[in-house]
């Protein structure tokens, strides 16, 4: 299976960005015209240092015509004019965030669960997360999700879904063939042993 000109990879940074040669690499990762979403994803810094991280990304997103995420802040999106913002189930709640938001993308982490991925819709959520699909070093996994989890909420609710957990070369094309429509990436670029990132993400063709 071939995918031609598509655009389904939602690539999330590595937890920590310790240098800037990250941000040459990021720019040859998105020429490769293979990701939609970027997600900055980092834990350990102050506000201030992801404002100066985020600008920077965001430069590099807008030159490849990529959206660029925020992962857990509304505030941060809002104050470096990012394209959305991703909650997870502990973060704002979704009313909240689109108080702030207004008419950003606003993604939805729902785990397993048609329930939340039903509420999530209902709420106004412009995409939603499911997973983990395989086993992932890059966070700890509390839920697993199945094919047939995902075919179920694809039938059940009407809004993009991101598959999330463990994602590379060898089982990337299983979930694109059972309507997922984008594959959350990150360790697989980022941590990848073999490769460097934008080899890496030209093996998933």
């Known amino acids: 299976m071939k995918i031609l000109n598509k655009k389904f990879i939602y690539l999330i940074s590595p937890n920590k960005i310790i240098n800037s040669s990250f941000y040459n690499s990021l720019n040859l990762v998105l020429k490769s015209n ?16 992801k404002i100066i991280i985020a ?6 997103c807008k030159k490849n015509k990529v959206k660029f995420i925020i992962n857990d802040d509304p505030y941060l999106a809002l104050k470096v004019n990012a ?5 997870g189930q502990k973060d704002m709640n ?10 950003k993308i606003i993604g939805i982490t729902c785990h397993n669960s048609l329930k939340l ?18 086993k992932t070093r890059t966070k ?9 989890t995902l075919n179920k909420i694809k039938r059940s609710i009407n809004l993009p879904v991101v598959a999330i957990g463990g994602i590379n070369e ?3 094309r299983n979930l694109l063939l059972n309507n997922a429509d984008f594959l959350a990436i990150s360790g697989y670029v980022w941590n990848n042993k073999k490769f460097k990132p934008h080899q890496a993400i030209k093996n998933l063709k």
């Open 83 to 87: 394209d959305g913002c991703h909650l």
């Open 94 to 103: 979704l009313t909240e965030a689109k108080k702030i938001l207004k008419n």
């Open 34 to 49: 293979k990701v939609k979403f970027f997600q900055l994803r980092i834990k350990n810094e102050t506000f201030n240092k």
């Open 170 to 172: 060898k089982n990337y």
């Open 117 to 134: 991925a039903e509420k999530a819709s209902l709420n106004g959520a412009n995409y939603i997360a499911l997973g983990a699909f395989n």
């Open 140 to 148: 700890k996994v509390l839920y697993r999700a199945s094919i047939k």
């Open 55 to 60: 600008k920077k990304i965001l430069k590099i």
